[in-house]
């Protein structure tokens, strides 16, 4: 495994991180303790150090599971978790951007991860006009100032078309931005980059396997089913066109290289991004995702690399 400093914030995280958003049950599975920990394991064995959820990813499910996964090497873990959706159903959120609602979610989240602090707290996939909710980021800047949160984070929502949060993150204490990109979804480069770079910000980089379809594993004609988010939040249209861009991009990965790695590689040669946080169903893909490290693309000499002895 390889680590990277991520931005402002001084944590060393792993390149290859652990995305749990399908622990919720919005990914077409149910998982069991049991799964949750065979898969902790593995990663932690493997090296990897970051774990990224938040308290919509079921009705704080997902934290339930990974607190329980973690219990007794909390130490040993970096927790990243995000405030700003209420759980209603599957596939429906109301949004929490009240500092007192927030503070509740906050306290919610670390029962749920049996913990008594957060590492990194993202503001979640809000508008301008909710990340600019009065007091919110005060009380924010207080649990940072009391130990309950070490850092702050934005997590940017894959339709944002502005830059204020990131121009603003800095100003308001965060460290970190967390964005959609991959290897079909480019905007991050252009949009985002530059100006995290030039504010010390780190990046975490989620959906870098583009819902699963970097992995190869699908077609044009793939079908998922209703508990699967791809069916609900994506078209047949948008699926088929997603299938074909693969299909392109398959000629630039080298022979004999797994196509998901590759993908993940890829983000990890951009100067901004600290750690890309695929998601997984099962102990084989940990592994997958965590060769992505070994590939020749994640250089020793990115800006934000350091030494592996540093990390704990």
């Known amino acids: 495994m390889k680590y990277r400093r991520l931005g402002k914030t ?34 932690a064995e493997l090296g990897i150090n970051l774990i990224d959820t938040a308290e919509c990813y079921g009705d704080h499910l997902s934290e339930r599971l990974i607190g329980q996964a973690i219990k007794g090497r909390r130490d040993q873990w970096i927790v990243a978790t995000k405030f700003g959706h ?8 109301d949004d929490v951007y009240e500092p007192a609602l927030v503070r509740g979610q906050l306290e919610a989240s670390l029962e749920a991860l049996q913990t008594d602090y957060i590492d ?9 006009a ?22 702050l984070g934005v997590s940017i929502s894959s339709s944002y078309r502005g830059t204020h949060q ?24 252009g949009q985002f980059f530059d100006a995290a770079l ?13 819902s699963g379809f970097l992995s190869g594993k699908y077609g044009k004609d793939a079908r998922f089913g209703r508990t699967d988010v791809r069916a609900v939040w994506q078209s047949d249209e948008q699926r088929r066109n997603m299938a074909e861009q693969v299909e392109e991009v398959r000629k630039e990965v080298p022979e004999g290289v797994p196509m998901a790695q590759w993908a993940l590689a890829w983000c990890l040669q951009h100067p901004a ?4 946080i695929p998601g997984c169903k099962t102990v084989e893909q940990v592994v997958s995702n965590a060769r992505a490290a070994d590939l020749g693309a994640v250089s020793d000499d990115h800006p934000q690399a350091v030494e592996q002895e540093s990390c704990r």
């Open 10 to 43: 001084g944590l060393k995280v792993s390149v290859v991180g652990l995305g749990t958003w399908q622990l919720g049950g919005e990914w077409g599975k149910t998982f069991e303790q049991a799964e949750v920990d065979a898969m902790v394991d593995k990663a």
């Open 86 to 93: 209420r759980f209603k159903r599957r596939f429906e959120r």
């Open 120 to 128: 990194l707290y993202q503001f979640h996939s809000g508008t301008d």
């Open 130 to 151: 909710m990340f600019g909710t009065p007091g919110l980021w005060e009380m924010l800047r207080e649990q940072v100032e009391s130990g309950v949160v070490r850092h």
């Open 166 to 189: 990131v121009d603003q993150a800095s100003d308001m204490g965060a460290g970190a931005i967390q964005v959609v990109y991959n290897r079909l979804q480019r905007k991050a480069e």
């Open 198 to 210: 030039s504010q010390g910000l780190g990046v975490l980089a989620r959906v870098p396997l583009a």
């Open 273 to 276: 991004v600290s750690c890309v």
